[in-house]
């Protein structure tokens, strides 16, 4: 079985910063790429970021210069540091983890954690 745990949601001030966790367990364990989507109200689930065990990494658009994506292959975690946050920020944040080895070809996901920013 593969757990996908989020963490770290909440709420905070326009110009504020939060950190996601994301910790990946059982058959998503020694994932490879693991990143995160948003979904805010209304609208469809959007890429946000994602991390390669290697550290190699991918940004949205609207993200970058703002969030930062790490991991801690040790820990099978990731983190997102998200900084300067605007309202536009506001949504459910899902982390998945693509399965490797006998799980190569998944794709897990996480039960989400809300992030509001208030203006």
């Known amino acids: 079985q593969a757990q996908v745990v989020e963490s770290g949601g909440g709420l905070v001030q326009a110009g504020g910063s939060l950190r996601l966790s994301c910790a990946a367990s059982?058959?998503?364990?020694?994932?490879?790429?693991i990143g995160w989507f948003r979904q805010a109200p209304g609208k469809e689930r959007m890429f946000v970021a994602d991390?390669?065990?290697?550290?190699?990494?991918a940004y949205a658009d609207d993200v970058k210069g703002r969030f930062t994506i790490t991991r801690d292959n040790a820990k099978n975690t990731v983190y997102l540091q998200m900084n300067s946050l605007t309202p536009e920020d506001t949504a459910v944040y899902y982390c998945y983890a693509d399965g490797s080895g006998d799980a190569r070809g998944s794709r897990y996901w996480g039960q989400g954690t809300q992030v509001t920013v208030s203006s």
């Open positions: 059982g058959r998503a364990r020694n994932a490879n790429n």
């Open positions: 991390i390669r065990p290697s550290g190699d990494n």
